[in-house]
């Protein structure tokens, strides 16, 4: 079934166009990735289809009675709601249902009393005759996993990265036909990320997103686009598939242009030599001419992005922490922390959000002093410190003034220098762009251009805090290339598992509560050994768990919801169901080893079956600690 059809759109900005007579469309099941270079018109393209941006021509076709929802890099709430508000489709009878009964929980454990307590019996005949308590647990699950647990909070008191949690979890909830999303995992921590790989997956939900995180885009994604010279290219495959076929693409373009800046040579020459008089054969000779002219002229080699500033030399002693605590707003960010770098030292630091990874950057670099202990820094030391914040650029500046602001003439690695205008060049800042305001920069652009300013001071010591937000592919891939050479210490925080896997060989874990875990391998191999420590140790099916109910409703105050009582025991009878058809299946595998097809169907039910019995069994351990407490 088609869910989304885009005809021939074409949109320009002035003399600078993004796309020309673009043609795709979106079946249901697809889960398809648009790439392309920062500025090429990504974001323009998703808020054409939102309807927030007109096109100047073509037209876009959504089925009738689809229900379709957008994730935007920037949320649009009403900052005075509350969470609960702004997650709750009021017009939607289910969703209505459930916030009812969460507020009614809510109202009771505030003030118990017999009239509380017949309005929460009201709720769960109404939830039951809507047969909406796997949705419950469904919308439970979704803020659990992202990590809303206020949600009467007001919206204006969450940082900005909580309010794009919210604005994911409202168009999870509301399980549109069709998600249109761009850059859904920004500000998501790993274990969102991989939640919501499997999410989507486990769901078989239609989507269409723009993404930089290269494995979700490899997990996820059945099909990408890529959007380059205002023409779009159709792949069936992973990323890796792309890189490869993208490249035969343009192999076979640069032949077909070289070919015809050969034909255009001859041309051109005859064009000189022709007399004016001109007949019908040599007329249409001529406009074969023009025609071939604009393809030379308009169809061009992308320069590569060319990373090869010189490093400043770096000495013996490079950096050293000695029992260095550190407490911020009543929160432990450090508990007598001790390292020392050596040279060459690749650091990847993870965590959970709010657990003070940037803020230890800050410590490092000086930016903020710690409460006690010593942080020791190399003489020879030079910081590049690519931070979240980022660069305050002046929007009112053209691109090559904040270049020269720093220097006129940078010196490169073989020991030439180039000037401020070529350094823009090599960072694919055209000599049109150079004099653009900053302001007119698309987001990536500006990432772009403050990850030059970082690079022009010529760092031993680079710092990384979320590099990858907002840069292109191809941008990625060459940055990725230059830290790989390299020579001095690097620090890395990213939520982009590719780009960690490629660059650290040991990592920094913070855990919480001032604890900091030194792990020796790649990110890949940290969530191999702690996913195998997370594993039950005991089968829920084997344990036996007694519910004790308060005898007065009156004066007992509720700290787990009838619900999730009633969920509970349901999982401990559906739990050893499912692990009887595991062993059914297994027992399948084995028998139709032999007959290829069998063997293919019954391995995606096995696959099918354990997701759903491993979201199960964690979902048991979830309420037998929330039971044990009560």
Sequence with gaps: MNLLSVENLTKSYGEKTLFTDISFGIQQGQRIALVARNGSGKT????????????????????????????????????????????????????AAIKKYELAIEKHNENPCSETETEIQNCIQRIDNLGIWDYESRIKQILTRL??????????????????????????????????????????????????????????VSLLLVTHDRYFLDNVCTDIIELDNASLYFYKGNYAYFIEKKAERELNQQSELDRARN??????????????????????????????????????????????????????????????YKSFNNQIILKGF????????????????????????????????????????????????????????????????????????????????????????????????????????????KKRLYLLTVLMKNPNFLILDEPTNDLDLITLAVLEQFLLDFKGCLIVVSHDRYFMDKLVDRLFIFEGNGHIKIFEGTYSQYRDEHTKEQEPKVKPDNVKTELKTPTNANTTKIKISYKDKYEFELLEKEIPDLEKKKAALSKKLEEVSNNHIELIKVSEELSILNAQLDEKILRWIELEELIKQT
């Design 44 to 95: 323009t393209l998703l808020n054409i289809l939102q309807g927030t941006d007109i096109a100047d021509s073509g037209k876009v076709v959504f089925r009738n009675g689809i229900s379709v929802a957008f994730l935007q890099q920037q949320t649009n709430f009403n900052l005075n709601e509350t969470v609960y508000n702004a997650l709750f489709n009021e017009q939607n009878e289910s969703t």
């Design 147 to 204: 990590k809303i647990t206020k949600i009467n909070q007001p919206l204006k008191q969450l940082s900005g990265g909580q309010q794009k949690r919210v604005a994911l979890a409202k168009v999870l909830i509301d399980e549109p036909q069709l998600l249109i999303m761009d850059e859904p995992t920004n500000h998501l921590d790993l274990e969102m990320i991989e939640w919501l790989e499997n999410y989507f997956v486990r769901k078989n």
């Design 263 to 324: 034909i255009y040579r001859r041309e051109l020459e005859w064009i000189r030599k022709m007399p004016k008089a001109r007949g019908t054969k040599s007329k249409s000779r001529v406009d074969a001419f023009y025609d071939l002219e604009n393809k030379v002229s308009g169809t061009r080699k992308q320069d590569k992005l060319q990373l090869s500033v010189k490093m400043n030399r770096i000495g013996g002693k490079i950096l050293e922490l000695k029992k260095v």
């Design 338 to 445: 001790d390292y020392t770098f050596k040279t060459g030292e690749r650091i990847g630091i993870i965590g959970n959000n709010g657990t003070g990874k940037s803020t230890f950057l800050n410590l490092i670099t000086g930016q903020q002093s710690a409460d006690s202990g010593k942080i020791n820094v190399g003489e020879t030391v030079v910081y590049g410190y690519y931070s979240q914040q980022g660069m305050l650029l002046n929007n009112d500046k053209r691109v090559i003034e904040v270049i020269k602001e720093i220097a006129d003439f940078i010196p490169l690695a073989d020991g030439t220098k180039v000037s401020a205008s070529q350094m823009l060049q090599m960072f694919q800042f055209k000599p049109d762009m150079q004099y653009t305001y900053v302001s007119k920069l698309s987001g990536g652009e």
